[in-house]
């Protein structure tokens, strides 16, 4: 059985701070993906990275895939109450369409 | 372009109750999928479709969960009877067929079985 396990599995932190998140995996992943949830909505696709080592940046967030694509990571630069959400990471398995999500890391960033 | 459409937006029913969901995905497309994510852990795949067939029920508990898209469109997620244990967000998400990378998701419908 294919687990993602994320850390840590809740924040708190201050605005301005940075952070970040791991994703963790024994199994081997054709891709990755890494969501936000806010309450009461379903997760929103922040990025995908498919190529082990690569590295994406989306503004003040970097993302990166390990180079044996079994663990990723979300950076957080000079993190704002807008970040505040439960971000979740999911892999997709080669010959298979189906996602595993990640157990999710809680964020609350305060002002 | 609208999103992933779900009702109801919240259901209370006590055990043993029968309850249903209901989902529209974005239009065009093929694939639509069913989690439930039970309070802060991540989702877990209930049911894959592909138009109007399913890929994937293998974690769909099929005593008293069940699950259509008769015409590729909507789908509607039945549970019958509940458990205390369904307590849970039930996602749906499309994408645009089984090779794209990205799943839209819909808001969810909060389930609480008393």
């Known amino acids: 059985t294919q687990l993602l396990e994320q850390s840590p599995q809740f924040l708190s932190i201050q605005e301005g701070e940075n952070l970040t998140v791991y994703c963790n995996s024994s199994s081997v992943f054709s891709s990755l993906q890494w969501y936000r949830q806010e309450p009461g909505e379903g997760p929103v696709l922040l990025v995908t990275v498919v190529t082990g080592g690569e590295v994406k940046k989306l503004k003040r967030l970097t993302f990166q895939f390990g180079d044996a694509r079994k663990d990723s990571s979300l950076h957080i630069t000079a993190a704002q109450p807008g970040d505040t959400g439960l971000y979740l990471c999911?892999?997709?398995?080669?010959?298979?369409?189906?996602?595993?999500f990640g157990t999710g890391t809680r964020l609350q960033v305060f002002p | 372009e609208a999103g992933v459409a779900q009702s109801p937006r919240y259901k209370i029913i006590e055990k043993r109750q029968s309850v249903a969901f209901w989902c529209n995905p974005i239009?065009?497309?093929?694939?639509l999928y069913w989690y439930q994510q039970i309070l802060g852990q991540g989702p877990k795949l209930l049911i894959q479709f592909q138009n109007n067939g399913v890929v994937d029920d293998s974690q769909l508990p099929k005593d008293r969960f069940s699950a259509e898209r008769l015409k590729g469109v909507d789908s509607t997620l039945k549970i019958q009877p509940a458990k205390l244990e369904d307590s849970a967000v039930y996602l749906c998400?499309?994408?645009?067929?089984?090779?794209?990378?990205?799943?839209?998701f819909g808001p969810g419908t909060r389930l609480t079985v008393t």
């Open positions: 999911a892999g997709g398995g080669y010959n298979t369409d189906k996602l595993i």
């Open positions: 239009s065009g497309h093929a694939t």
């Open positions: 998400a499309s994408s645009l067929n089984r090779r794209s990378y990205e799943q839209y």
